[in-house]
């Protein structure tokens, strides 16, 4: 592991896609992000798998500086279950442009938003 702080955000920001969204692996959570944080991410990942039970979310870029990470990532997955009112649809979307500010504070997430492509989103 690296000493660089800018490093080990990156790094984080890589488990919480792998680990947490994509594998659901949601005790990764309090590695990740601080405790208010973890707890909402884990109330978010958790309906969103079992909507879109074969979600993925790719890295494309992520930049640091200092405390904070952004990142741009492509997440694909299959309508399997409701979501947010919606019964299942089966459609599928690909590669939805998402990009993420985080910010870090003792090697932790403590804020974080999101900019979907709000052009291009799956209509579920």
Known sequence: M???PADRNRDAI??????IVNDGNLDVA???????LAAEAKRWVAPFRASFSDVQMRVVDLIAEGDKVVG???CSGT????????PATGRRFEDVDEVYFFTFRDGLVVDGSARPDEVNRPDV
């Open 79 to 86: 309508h399997t279950g409701p979501w947010l009112g919606h």
């Open 2 to 4: 690296s000493d660089d």
């Open 30 to 36: 309090d590695e990740v992000f601080a405790p208010p």
């Open 14 to 19: 890589r488990r919480w896609v792998d680990e």
């Open 72 to 74: 741009r990532f492509l």
